[in-house]
């Protein structure tokens, strides 16, 4: 996207995931139904990091804090009311249905965006795609972002992975009501992001970074090892997904602007290594909470946290030319 524009990998990512999440609702076997969803997943891959892209380039640094926190938000918002509307839907009526109607608004989606979306008039690299991850790899700043993104990444989804799970156990609860709690994850995340991104604007995006990922590793330090009863427990756990969600928006931000000339190729790598960071977290933490229990697990966390943190620190750079930091009122 860096080379060709947003516009036609958004429109062309959307309109895939929903072609084939939409024939996924007709699959005739297990193996058919993978293979559906995994072309659906290649076609899903490109669309946040275009459009994290798209709101770097339309948004100057000032004022790009403000709107990345918008997208998280919106985002936030629609795994928090859509998988259990679709749970509802396929109880209902059939699972085919739910996914069906996921598969018709992604291509809605696609059309939408190929009718209204009219990206910024922004310089298109005539570099190589080599010559772009080669900008990135030699970036100290560009690959502290990326380092603190996976650490920060790994902490955050071991913890999500088995939020459910820890309510479960520490306080004997059904499955329903477990995942009742655990929405408060989702709503912690939804008001933080919306706070982060405008804190980052005054004093800067690094602090907001470094900052909240230790606090909320922290915070999430005392919940699994305090043994605090079940109401102060949901409120620790709504504390510290605010606080996370604070850096997501601050964190997103920061990376766009570390080699503003191959965004789109620096958000695309920043995007696989969190995918990495989930497939880690999700086997750490099980091998943890077998072995040791769920306070080996926040400990993991914690350390994670601190790592992201130290790294950001230490090697990423934001430069006070850039920032454009907003008089205080």
């Not at 009718?115 to 298109?124: D, F």
């Not at 992975?161 to 059904?174: A, G, H, K, P």
């Amino acid at each position: 996207s860096d080379r060709f524009g947003r516009k036609r990998f958004l429109v062309t990512g959307s309109l895939i995931m929903g072609l084939f999440t939409l024939l996924s609702a007709f699959a005739t076997s297990f193996g058919v139904l993978v293979a559906m969803r995994s072309i659906a997943g290649l076609g899903g891959s490109v669309i946040f990091p275009n459009t994290t892209a798209t709101v770097g380039d339309n948004f100057s640094y000032r004022d790009r804090g403000s709107a990345m926190g918008t997208v998280i938000g919106l985002n936030t918002m629609a795994g928090v009311i859509g998988v259990p509307l679709a749970g509802v839907l396929a109880e209902a009526t059939s699972w085919r249905v739910s996914v069906g109607l996921v598969g018709v608004l992604s291509i809605a989606a696609a059309l939408l965006l190929l009718w209204k979306l009219r990206p910024a008039q922004t310089h298109l690299s005539e570099s190589a795609i080599r010559d772009m991850y080669r900008s990135i790899v030699t970036n100290r700043s560009a690959l502290g972002a990326i380092g603190s993104s996976f650490l920060g990444a790994l902490y955050w989804f071991t913890w999500a992975t088995y939020i459910v799970v820890f309510f479960e156990n520490m306080f004997r609860l059904s499955e329903g009501v477990a995942s009742i709690l655990a929405l408060t994850q989702g709503l912690g995340v939804l008001l933080g992001s919306q706070l982060g991104g405008r804190l980052g604007a005054r004093i800067g995006h690094k602090p907001i970074v470094a900052g909240s990922v230790l606090l909320s590793g922290t915070l999430l330090l005392l919940q699994t090892n305090l043994g605090l009863p079940l109401p102060a427990t949901a409120v620790l756990n709504l504390l510290l997904s605010a606080v996370i969600g604070a850096r997501f928006a601050s964190n997103t931000t920061l990376l766009t602007e570390q080699v503003p000339e191959a965004r789109g190729t620096l958000l695309a790598v920043s995007a696989s290594v969190t995918s990495a960071s989930i497939v880690v977290g999700a086997a750490v933490g099980g091998l943890l909470i077998d072995g040791s229990g769920f306070w080996a697990l926040g400990a993991f966390c914690f350390v994670s946290a601190l790592l992201a943190a130290l790294v950001v620190w230490i090697f990423v750079r934001e430069e006070p030319i850039d920032l454009e930091i907003a008089p205080a009122v």
